[in-house]
Antibody
C-alpha cells in the first residue's frame, strides 16, 4: 500500500524559500502510473492546489503561484519536492503531498500533511 | 482561475439526505466531466470520495453519490450518519490545472 510522508522545516523566514520533500513508500514514482501533487491549506481555510509533477519531470502549476513554485522529482530516492520562493505570512499553511491516477481523476492517496509557518 | 463556489455550511439529521452544490464556469465544472469530491475531518488529510463526477473509489460507501448539471456539480449523502460530519471540498480539472471549491461544513444534528 502506497504511503506518502512530507518532511521539511516547520518555520521559514519571510522572503526566504520554503522547501519540502515528499517520500513515497510502497510504490515507485518512476512506474509512470501516477501524477504527484502538492496542495496546501492555510489555517481555518480551504484547500489550494499548488501543482503536479509526472515522473518524467513534466510539471503543471497553479497560475496564481507559478512564478514562485518549483516542483521536482528524484526517482532515485523515490521522492518529489516543492520549493516556494519569496514567502510571506500568507504562505503559512499545512502542506500536503498526494497522488493522482492522472490530471483528471482527483487525488486518491494523501500524506498526513506538514505545518509550515512563515515568521521572523 | 477562481475558486469554485460551495455553500459555507449544510446540516441534516441522522438518516436524512443532504446535497452540497459546487458551482463553477464553462471553463471548469461545465467544460469537463472531471469533478472530484473530498471529505476532511478535523486535523486529518482529505479523502477522495467521488471522482469523474459520479464514480466512487473502492471502499467509499454507496451513500455518497455525485452528479452534474451545466456548471454545477452536486454531492449527495443519503442515510446521514454522525461520522459524515466533516468538511467537504469539490475540485475540477481545468486546462491542465486543478481548482478547488471553498469547502462546505456538514453538521449532523
Amino acid at each position: 500500500q502506497v504511503q506518502l510522508q512530507e518532511s521539511g522545516p516547520g518555520l521559514v523566514k519571510p522572503s526566504q524559500t520554503l522547501s519540502l520533500t515528499c517520500t513515497v513508500s510502497g510504490g515507485s514514482i518512476s512506474s509512470g502510473d501516477y501524477y504527484w501533487s502538492w496542495i496546501r491549506q492555510p489555517p481555518g481555510k480551504g484547500l489550494e492546489w499548488i501543482g503536479y509533477i509526472y515522473y518524467s519531470g513534466s510539471t503543471y502549476y497553479n497560475p496564481s503561484l507559478k512564478s514562485r513554485v518549483t516542483i521536482s522529482v528524484d526517482t532515485s530516492k523515490n521522492q518529489f519536492s516543492l520549493k516556494l520562493s519569496s514567502v510571506t505570512a500568507a504562505d503559512t499553511a499545512v502542506y500536503y503531498c498526494a497522488r493522482a491516477d492522472n490530471l483528471y481523476y482527483g487525488m486518491d492517496v494523501w500524506g498526513q500533511g506538514t505545518t509550515v509557518t512563515v515568521s521572523s | 482561475q477562481s475558486a469554485l463556489t460551495q455553500p459555507a455550511s449544510v446540516s441534516g439529521s441522522p438518516g436524512q439526505s443532504i446535497t452540497i452544490s459546487c458551482t463553477g464556469t464553462s471553463s471548469d465544472v461545465g467544460g469537463y466531466n472531471y469533478v472530484s469530491w473530498y471529505q476532511q475531518h478535523p486535523g486529518k488529510a482529505p479523502k477522495l470520495m467521488i471522482y469523474e463526477v459520479s464514480n466512487r473509489p473502492s471502499g467509499v460507501s454507496n451513500r455518497f453519490s455525485g452528479s452534474k448539471s451545466g456548471n454545477t456539480a452536486s454531492l449527495t449523502i443519503s442515510g446521514l450518519q454522525a461520522e459524515d460530519e466533516a468538511d467537504y471540498y469539490c475540485s475540477s480539472y481545468t486546462s491542465s490545472t486543478v481548482v478547488f471549491g471553498g469547502g462546505t461544513k456538514l453538521t449532523v444534528l
